[in-house]
Every structure is written in structure tokens, then in C-alpha cells.
């Protein structure tokens, strides 16, 4: 476990710089060709999904209660839907512009949700394992980190 928390504060580490490539990306794709933005958000999609996948790993290896268990696979789950509303609402604005305003539509409200669900996984797995630490806080290194496997 203590590999993927370092993995974690490593690709932290270099966020600034990936938002820097990607912001770089979707200015050329927007100057050039606007169907290059496809790819760029389908990898930003794929990001977010391993991400995701890591989090849930780490915090996985943090208790040993099933209904945790599957907490964090729930809250996986929401991850993917998140990867696959990006990548479909920047194929649909791009080939079918009305179609694809409603799942921007759909997205934006999903996304201005996301604060009030991540407290609400974070309340549940609280509810289910008092002693649980928060992700931010193992990642931070604020807890000391136990192998539960």
C-alpha cells in the first residue's frame, strides 16, 4: 500500500504540468481540428479512471468491513460514470450539437453534485468504520498508514 500512496503524491506532483499539457492540447485542437478534442478528453477520461482505481485500492487496503468494501466500489463506479459523460459529452457536441448540449446539460449538473456526493461516500464510510481516514488524509501522510492485508 505504501507503493500506491507514494505513486499517488508522485502523480500529484505532477498535475501542474499534465493541466498544462492538456489546457495546451485542447487550444491546438481548437485552433486546427476540433475532433482532436476527442482523444484529449477520452485521455483525460482514462485519467480519471485510474485515479479513481488507485483511490479505491488504497483506501480498500484501509479496512476490512465489506459494507466499506462495497462503499468503495460504489463510489468506483461513480468514477467511471463521470469518465464516460465526459468523453460522450465531447463526441456529441462535436458530431450532434443539440444532443450534445442536453448531456452538457446532464454533465454540469452531475459535476456541480459531485462536492455533495464525495461528502456523502465520505459520511457512509465514516457511518460503516468511525476509525476509517479520509483519502486526502493518508494521501497528506497525516495518518499512519496500516496494512490491512
Not at 11 to 34: D, F, N, Q, S
Not at 38 to 53: F, L, N, R, T
Not at 69 to 92: G, K, P
Amino acid at each position: 500500500m505504501e507503493h500506491d500512496v507514494k505513486w499517488m503524491r508522485r502523480m500529484r506532483g505532477y498535475a501542474v504540468p499534465i493541466l498544462i499539457l492538456y489546457v495546451t492540447a485542447i487550444i491546438v485542437a481548437l485552433l486546427l481540428e476540433k475532433m482532436w478534442l476527442i482523444p484529449v478528453m477520452a485521455s483525460v477520461s482514462m485519467i480519471i479512471v485510474v485515479m479513481g482505481y488507485q483511490e479505491m485500492r488504497i483506501m480498500w487496503r484501509m479496512t476490512k468491513h465489506p459494507k466499506a468494501h462495497r462503499m468503495l466500489i460504489f463510489q468506483y463506479v461513480f468514477e467511471w460514470v463521470d469518465a464516460i459523460l465526459l468523453t460522450a459529452l465531447m463526441v456529441t457536441l462535436l458530431t450532434a450539437e443539440d444532443f450534445g448540449l442536453v448531456i452538457g446539460l446532464f454533465f454540469g449538473i452531475w459535476g456541480v453534485l459531485s462536492p455533495i456526493r464525495q461528502k456523502w461516500f465520505t459520511k457512509q464510510l465514516k457511518q460503516i468504520d468511525p476509525e476509517l481516514p479520509t483519502y486526502e488524509e493518508v494521501i497528506e501522510g497525516s495518518v499512519a498508514h496500516e496494512s490491512s492485508s
